[in-house]
């Protein structure tokens, strides 16, 4: 079981820092340095940002819920 969370919580933190990657800069920062801020926000969010966020939330959530396990894991066994 062990083993099993340890696997877990190496792919979820893999693709949780994937998505955040992917996401756009909110402007001013490291993101203006590639290009970030040349890019001209229409207003609102799109379809795609809106389950990219959605998709980042449900990783984060099972993130955490392998870190939790996992320390509970160690610390009762």
Do not use: C, P
Not at 13 to 27: A, E, Q, Y
Not at 30 to 51: H, I, P, R, T, Y
């Amino acid at each position: 079981m062990e083993i099993v969370l340890q696997v877990l919580l190496v792919l979820t933190s893999l693709t949780m820092i994937l998505l955040v990657l992917l996401h756009k800069g909110r402007g001013g920062g490291l993101s203006d340095m590639f290009g970030g801020g040349m890019s001209s926000s229409l207003g609102g969010s799109s379809v795609a940002e809106k389950n990219l966020d959605r998709f980042t939330v449900a990783v984060g959530v099972l993130w955490f819920a392998s870190v939790i396990a996992l320390g509970l894991l160690t610390a009762y066994s």
